[in-house]
C-alpha cells in the first residue's frame, strides 16, 4: 500500500496545505616573464596568493569529484519513488560552479544518529560474542536527531536538536516515541514523523551514520576540545561500554567522544545527552570547520564511507559543507523541540511532550515555515535563569539586583556553571534571539547564543564569566590586580 503523503499547515486552523518537502506555487592569458619594479613586489605577492587559493580549492573540487566516480555509492538503501517524493523527488538543492559547487537555496536535512546492538539484529550463533556489540548497520532506532537548515539567503545554519524519547504520530504506529521511526520504516518515515511534528516543514534530504562512523569521522577530523562537566564513570559489561571521564578542558579522540555523547546518568537523562550534543557540535564546528576541512573532504569520506547513508550527492555535500565553512560561528543556531518530561511512574513510558505553541513560533522564527505568534520581548515576562562561573556570590546578586532595575521582574540564580568562562554566555534557550540581543545590550557584556545549553525552563540563561567582574569593579572604581 503507498505511504500515505504528509501535509504541512501553512497558517493556524489551515492543514492538508501541501506535500512534505513542496512549496505552493506561486502565480586570462599567461603573464610574461618581465622585470617587476620593487614597489610591486607586494601587490605581486598577493595575487600569487590568491591564484593559489584557487588552485587549492580547483584540486579540491578535482578530488572530490574523483571520488564521487571512483567510490561506493554513498546511498547504502534504496528508497521507492513513494519514499524520494517524501524528500521532493530530489529536486536539485545545488550547482556546480567553477570552483567548488554552491547552494542554490535554503535546504533542510535530517540527520539521524543510530546506534544497533547485536540483540537488535537475529544473529547466528557463531555471531554471538557473549555480549551486545555495536553493529554497522542503520536499522535501528535512532540515538541522535537532528533537522539542520542551510539557508544562503539569510547566511545562517540553524540546528534543531529533538529529543528521541519526544512523543509524537508515526504514520502506521500510533502516537509513540519519534526514534522508533527509523527501525519500522527508515528514513522516509522517520521524515514523515518529523514533519508531522514540526508544522508540516519540509525536508530536501536525509543522512543516516552509525555509531561508528562518527566516532571515525571525529577521528579523522583531529579530535575536539570540550569542557566535561563532571566526572563521568559508567560500566555496562552487556554492551562493552566503558565510560572514563575526568571534569575538566580536554581534547577526546573519538571513542572519547562517544563515551562523552553516550552517558545519559544524570538528572536530565536523553534532554542531557542533547545538551551535551550540542557542545561537542559547537567545538567541532569552532575547531573543524574551516577550508582546511574542504580539502580534507576526500579522505574524510573515505574513512567513514561505509558507515553513512544518505540520498545527498558528493556534490550536494561539498555544497552544504562549503556553506558551513563559511558561515560567521553567530550565525550558527542550535535549538532544541521545546516541551517538557512526562510523569512516569515505575511501570510508566518516559516521554519527551512537545510543546505545540512554542514549536509554531520557532518553526517561523527559524525555519521559515508556517506563521507562528511572534516571541514574546517584553523583559518583564522573561523568564532569566544565572549560572555563575566566577564563584563570587556578590558578583551574581549585584547583577541580580542591575537587570530587575531595568525591568527583568523574573531574574533568579539556577546553578553554578563548572567550565570557567572568560566571556558571559547569553543562551536563548528558547531560540528567541531578539530578547537576548536586548538583554545583552542592556548588561552591555557578553555574547549572544542560539542554543540549549542552559536551564531548560528559561527563556534566557545567562552563564556568567569574569567580564562581569571587570564591568563591577570598574564601575565601583576599584582595580583589578
Known amino acids: 500500500m503507498p505511504a500515505r503523503k504528509t501535509y504541512a499547515r501553512p497558517q493556524p486552523g489551515q492543514r492538508n496545505a501541501y506535500p512534505v518537502g513542496k512549496k505552493p506555487e506561486r502565480n586570462a592569458s599567461p603573464v610574461g616573464k618581465k622585470p617587476v619594479r620593487k614597489a610591486h613586489k607586494g601587490r605581486w605577492l598577493w595575487l600569487w596568493l590568491g591564484f593559489t587559493g584557487v588552485s587549492m580549492l580547483s584540486a579540491t573540487a578535482g578530488a572530490l569529484l574523483a571520488v564521487s566516480l571512483s567510490s561506493t555509492p ?28 554552491e547552494l542554490t537555496r535554503p535546504v533542510n536535512i535530517l540527520f539521524l544518529g543510530v546506534k544497533v546492538l547485536t540483540s537488535d539484529l537475529n544473529t547466528s550463533p557463531e555471531e554471538n560474542l557473549g555480549y551486545h556489540a555495536l553493529v554497522n548497520s542503520f536499522e535501528g532506532l535512532s540515538d541522535t536527531m537532528l533537522l539542520l537548515r542551510f539557508d544562503p539567503e539569510a547566511k545562517k545554519l540553524n540546528l534543531l536538536s529533538i529529543p528521541r524519547d519526544t512523543r509524537t504520530y508515526v504514520e502506521g504506529y500510533g ?14 518515515l522517520t521524515a514523515k514523523a518529523t514533519s508531522e511534528l514540526l508544522e508540516g516543514v519540509g525536508i530536501d534530504r536525509y543522512i543516516r551514520v552509525n555509531v561508528q562512523g562518527v566516532e571515525k569521522l571525529i577521528d579523522a577530523l583531529g579530535g575536539v576540545t570540550v569542557y566535561v562537566p563532571k566526572d563521568m564513570k559508567y560500566r555496562d559489561e552487556s554492551q562493552h561500554l566503558y565510560i572514563n571521564l575526568k571534569e575538566g ?26 545538551q551535551r550534543q550540542q557542545t561537542l557540535m559547537r567545538a567541532l564546528m569552532e575547531q573543524a570547520l574551516n577550508p582546511t576541512t574542504l580539502a580534507r573532504m576526500p579522505k574524510i569520506l573515505s574513512v567513514i564511507q561505509s558507515h553513512i547513508d544518505t ?3 558528493v556534490e550536494e555535500l561539498v555544497a552544504l559543507v562549503g556553506f558551513a565553512v563559511q558561515t560567521e560561528r553567530s550565525n550558527a543556531q542550535m535549538l532544541m523541540v521545546p516541551g517538557r518530561f512526562s510523569d512516569s511512574g515505575p ?9 505545540r505553541r512554542r514549536i509554531r513560533e520557532m518553526m517561523a ?3 521559515d515555515q508556517g506563521y507562528g505568534d511572534a516571541l514574546e520581548a517584553d523583559p518583564a515576562y522573561l523568564n532569566v535563569a544565572i549560572q555563575d562561573s566566577t564563584g563570587e556570590p556578590e558578583a551574581v546578586e549585584a547583577l541580580i539586583t542591575s537587570l530587575r532595575e531595568a525591568g527583568y521582574r523574573n531574574v533568579y540564580m539556577y546553578e553554578s556553571w563548572r567550565e ?23 548588561m552591555g557584556f557578553g555574547e549572544v547564543r542560539v542554543e540549549s545549553t542552559g ?27
Open 347 to 355: 511501570k510508566e513510558i518516559s516521554y519527551w511532550l512537545p510543546n
Open 455 to 481: 536551564n531548560l525552563n528559561s527563556d534566557i540563561t545567562i552563564q556568567l564569566g569574569r567580564d562581569w567582574l571587570q564591568k563591577s569593579r570598574s564601575a565601583r572604581g576599584l582595580v583589578n590586580f
Open 175 to 188: 502516537v509513540t516515541k519519534i526514534n522508533a521511526a527509523n527501525a519500522n520504516g527508515g528514513p522516509a
Open 311 to 313: 540520498n545527498l550527492s
Open 74 to 101: 554513498l546511498l547504502q538503501s534504496s528508497l521507492s519513488p513513494d519514499e524520494e517524493a517524501v524528500f521532493g523527488g530530489n529536486e536539485k538543492i545545488s550547482r556546480s560552479s567553477l570552483r567548488l559547487p
Open 420 to 442: 570557567p568562562l572568560r566571556v558571559t554566555r547569553i543562551v536563548a534557550q528558547q531560540g528567541d534571539d531578539g530578547s537576548a540581543a536586548a538583554l545583552r545590550a542592556t
Open 365 to 367: 522564527t527559524h525555519f
Open 249 to 274: 578542558k580536554q581534547h577526546l579522540n573519538g571513542e572519547q567522544a562517544m563515551q562523552f555523547l553516550r552517558f545519559r546518568y544524570d538528572k536530565f537523562g536523553d534532554v542531557g545527552r542533547v
